[in-house]
């Protein structure tokens, strides 16, 4: 039985939330497995808007959805979630949510950790400021307090000792306040009967869910090109955003990654600071951005807006094993007289095929253009690829053959169901 993984194949924000919706009908469990609560899913299902953050989107699909290991859980921001989406009607218990017991927090030091360094960073990177970044170093520094400790009081106390001695030296040297323990502690302490509920070995139902033949659905945060190693370093994401790292941020083999759909827009935005050679700083962009509502789900934050980046997406599908694409947005487009998208970069005099990886040499790469025809006709709310702008087939065709990755999926509007299916993910559903 297949299972899919889903990541964004650019910047973060490209419509991942709505097609994993699509998807969650399709699949027994929806499973999260990066990131923190700084990446946001908007979903429009009939006349409720949801904007989630840690929960996994299939939840609004009625299937039981998991936070695995891979993801930095804070949980003021899950119970606030939790809350949020129950008065829309939308229940979170532990009947229909899961939450891995070795799922690391984030603390209030990490998120003021976060604010002071970047205040003094070189090279400012554009944090939402959240306490992500600081809360993965100590997932690698062995100081982290994970889920499952909040059933071990003693086990918490002592690791808040450690984890404080090593923060409050940091925010001392940087000139801002520290932390006292025994409100950490007691605050922990008061969440420990409201979550530990939720809390169970994931790796374990996951495990039993692939022998039973259920289908798995993998949700990314972020995207390949905030991956902290593959993506436009210093300015990403402080996780592994690749399919890859599903696996190890649920606990499942690589071999239960059977399929990787990479999401794109039929353009490209990014938030924050870091390098993007198709921006547009014209009316153009502020066209894109104003028509496709670009500002963060979770942030408010403007979305930068560029021309499709084809030598990025390809890049993003080498890496990360991309085998379908999903594209949104296309409706965007509609009446622009011609469209562009970028087939590579000169650098120095040269021709590159990628974006390197220094910043400077990320900084200074020009984009280069093939421009085509745009369309006078309407995408939106388009279900048949026959029923589109004759251009728009061409340019979608035309990303195919520059991607190297096949376009299967096409939303045509935010209505869960305007999706152009030119192949089913998870294969053939009767099987």
């Not at 119970?79 to 979170?92: F, M, N, P």
């Not at 218990?93 to 990490?110: C, E, F, Y």
């Not at 984009?367 to 728009?392: F, I, M, N, Q």
């Amino acid at each position: 039985m297949a299972n899919v993984v889903v990541i964004g194949a650019q910047w973060g924000d490209e419509g991942k939330g709505r097609i994993i919706d699509w998807l969650g009908n399709q699949a027994d469990l929806v499973v999260r497995f990066n990131g923190g609560h700084n990446a946001g899913h908007t979903l429009v299902i009939g006349d409720k808007t949801y904007k989630l953050a840690l929960l996994p989107s299939g939840l609004v699909r009625g299937k039981m959805g998991i936070i695995g290991n891979g993801v930095a859980l804070d949980l003021d921001a899950l119970l606030a979630e939790i809350d949020k989406v129950g008065a829309q009607g939308l229940h979170v218990t532990p009947d229909n949510l899961r939450i891995a017991d070795n799922a690391i927090l984030i603390l209030p030091m990490h998120r003021a950790v976060e604010q002071a360094q970047e205040a003094r960073r070189h090279f400012k990177i554009g944090t939402t400021n959240r306490g992500i970044g600081p809360a993965y170093e100590d997932k690698a520094g062995r100081r982290a307090i994970r889920v499952g400790d909040l059933a071990e009081p003693d086990t918490l106390s002592a690791k808040l000792d450690d984890l404080l001695l090593h923060h409050n030296a940091l925010l001392s040297g940087l000139g801002v306040a520290t932390f006292e323990k025994a409100p950490l502690l007691a605050h922990l302490l008061a969440l420990a009967p409201r979550i530990l509920p939720f809390v169970e070995p994931v790796w374990q139902r996951l495990n039993t869910a692939q022998q039973a033949g259920q289908r798995i659905l993998f949700e990314g945060a972020q995207a390949v090109m905030l991956d902290v190693d593959h993506g436009t370093y210093p300015f990403v994401t402080s996780s592994n955003t690749v399919a890859g790292s599903a696996a190890t941020g649920c606990g499942v083999g690589p071999a239960a990654l059977s399929r990787v759909l990479g999401v794109c827009k039929a353009y490209t935005t990014r938030v924050g600071l870091g390098p993007f050679p198709t921006e547009l700083q014209d009316e153009t962009g502020d066209m894109l951005r104003a028509r496709g509502r670009e500002f963060g789900v979770n942030t408010g934050r403007p979305r930068r807006c560029g021309w499709f980046d084809a030598a990025l997406v390809r890049q993003s599908a080498q890496v990360a094993g991309i085998q379908a694409l999903a594209l949104t947005k296309l409706d965007i487009l509609d009446g622009l007289s011609e469209v562009k998208i970028c087939t590579g970069y000169r650098l120095n005099g040269q021709l590159l095929p990628y974006l390197p990886a220094s910043p400077k040499a990320q900084a200074a790469a020009e984009p280069v253009y093939e421009t085509l025809p745009g369309w006078s006709g309407s995408s939106k709310g388009v279900r048949h690829w026959d029923d589109l702008p004759p251009p728009a087939m061409a340019y979608i065709q035309r990303i195919q053959a520059l991607v190297g990755v096949p376009v299967t999926l096409i939303s045509t509007s935010p209505e869960r169901e305007d999706l152009i299916v030119r192949e089913q993910p998870f294969g053939d559903l009767t099987a």
